[in-house]
């Protein structure tokens, strides 16, 4: 397992921007393969926004094509989501996520971080 920190969320008028970072700080970096960001909406399940893949295959959530890009940078450790022209329904607490090439080690999540917009 790897504990991950994410950053960046915050209070945007819709049509703005938001960037988040997700820090891998411990565990085994090198044990991830995908990456990536959920979210979950007040009284809604928690849905994919974006993945990638070790091997830099991405991934998007139909809701956000050409909206938001996912990038990774594996020498800093880091998983960035650029999040452009958002609107009200982008609103809910984002997640990130590391998958495992494989068990034992298990997937991992960070503790999330709040994204609202405002109409």
């Known amino acids: 397992q790897v504990q991950l920190v994410e950053s960046g969320g915050g209070l945007v008028q819709a049509g703005g921007s938001l960037t988040l970072s997700c820090a891998v700080v411990?565990?085994?970096?090198?044990?991830?393969?995908?990456m990536g960001w959920y979210r979950q909406a007040p009284g809604k399940q928690r849905e994919l926004v974006a993945s990638v893949t070790r091997g830099n295959t991405k991934n998007y959530a139909d809701a956000v094509k050409g909206r938001f890009t996912i990038s990774r940078d594996n020498s800093k450790k880091t998983l960035v989501l650029q999040m452009n022209r958002l609107a009200s329904e982008d609103t809910g607490v984002y997640y990130c996520?590391?998958?495992?090439?494989?068990?034992?080690?298990?997937?991992?999540w960070g503790q999330g971080t709040q994204v609202s917009v405002s109409p």
């Open positions: 411990s565990g085994n970096f090198f044990g991830i393969n995908t």
């Open positions: 996520k590391a998958e495992p090439w494989g068990p034992p080690m298990p997937d991992s």
